[in-house]
């Protein structure tokens, strides 16, 4: 009951504090400028080239890169404490790490699958397979 009187509380010097704070937001445009302005945007990009072939393969391999350097990364990382961990415990700490393996390896083999379907469907979708 305690709990509730405090969050009431809490709530009414909350609604009070954001009564008594002054509200006022200044407008610098007025419609017309808006929609003059979202015009001249529209003629400006009629002319122009929006997609780029090049750029957007040059993000992807980069986004596809990166992504699979952490990947890598990791899985190393992660295979590495599993290694030590099993090579500096006993028996009992052995039979832990074998059950933590297969986890590991199911990972592994998700995150590297899904890093070849990407790529497979990014080759297909661009046209390398024709």
């Known amino acids: 009951m305690k709990m509730i009187k405090k969050i009431s509380i809490i709530a009414i010097i909350l609604m009070i504090a954001f009564i ?4 006022k937001a200044n407008a610098a445009f007025d419609t017309g400028t808006i929609i003059n302005g979202g015009q001249a945007f529209l003629n400006n990009a009629e002319n122009r080239q929006i997609f780029n072939a090049n750029n957007e393969r040059s993000a992807v391999d980069q986004i596809y890169y990166t992504m699979l350097t952490i990947g890598i990364v990791l899985a190393v990382f992660a295979g590495g ?23 590991f390896a199911l990972g592994a ?8 379907i990407w790529r497979l469907v990014y080759n297909i979708l661009n046209g390398y397979f024709y």
């Open 20 to 23: 008594v704070t002054p509200q």
């Open 81 to 103: 404490v599993l290694g030590i961990q099993f090579i500096t415990s006993g028996a009992a700490g052995q039979a832990k790490v074998k059950e933590k393996l297969i986890p």
């Open 109 to 116: 083999l998700v995150i590297f699958g899904a890093f070849g």
